[in-house]
């Protein structure tokens, strides 16, 4: 079965800097789909960036990128230029073909002004 | 505005109850599913449905029950056999759950307190 892992439970960044939360998995799949998905403290889940296993390309959604690791099975997320709004819980997914989502335990991460 | 509801927000509940959590898509999502969220454990598969009038067990799917009478609707029940009822429910929907670009779109939850 797949795991998800997020070793951080709890992070801090100073508004403006940069920040990376981190995830790795298992599976012995070679085909599948990675996902940072956020939750502000409104509590709806939404998604922040998407990447797909067989792309080398790292994918970047304005601030947001990915540093995709695929023999590490390592799937980090960087956060450029933090800001207020990015404080949330941030879950790591990983979905493969025919499965359902499995998320990591989240990372809580504080913006601090 | 294309989304999910979920209702109620808050929920209180006695002990040896049932309590019905609702669930409404109006995305046209085929797929329909129900998390489980508590402190340090993600989210945990309760069940999901891939059409109307079917739907499976998820990895914790002791002590609930659901239906999937309508594609927008998706309630979840939590019955008095669930052993610890309390926690933050999830309800999300997406297009076609075995396509490698289903994309999750989440409610925005509802926590259930028991008493």
């Known amino acids: 079965a797949q795991t998800v892992t997020q070793s951080q439970p709890e992070m801090s960044v100073q508004e403006a800097e940069t920040v990376t939360l981190s995830c790795t998995y298992d599976t012995s799949e070679n085909n599948y789909y990675l996902f940072w998905y956020k939750q502000p403290p409104s509590r709806q889940m939404i998604l922040v960036i998407r990447q797909e296993a067989y792309k080398q390309q790292n994918a970047t959604e304005n601030r947001f990128s990915v540093n995709f690791q695929k023999a590490a099975k390592s799937f980090s997320l960087k956060i450029s230029d933090s800001q207020l709004g990015d404080t949330a819980m941030y879950f790591c997914?990983?979905?493969?073909?025919?499965?359902?989502?499995?998320f990591g335990p989240g990372t809580r991460l504080s913006v601090l002004p | 505005d294309g989304g999910i509801t979920q209702s109620p927000k808050y929920l209180f509940r006695k002990e040896g109850q049932n309590v019905t959590l609702s669930c409404e898509q109006n995305l046209n999502h085929d797929a329909m599913y129900w998390y489980r969220q508590d402190p340090g454990q993600g989210l945990r598969l309760i069940y999901y449905s891939q059409i109307v009038n079917d739907f499976q067990k998820g990895d914790i799917a002791e002590g609930y029950s659901v239906s999937r009478e309508k594609k927008e609707s998706f309630p979840l029940t939590v019955t008095s056999a669930q052993k610890n009822p309390t926690a933050f429910y999830l309800c999300?929907?997406?297009?076609?759950?075995?396509?490698?670009?289903?994309?999750?779109?989440f409610g925005e939850g509802s926590r259930l307190t028991v008493l």
């Open positions: 999300a929907s997406s297009r076609i759950r075995d396509s490698l670009m289903g994309e999750l779109f």
């Open positions: 997914a990983f979905l493969n073909y025919g499965q359902n989502f499995v």
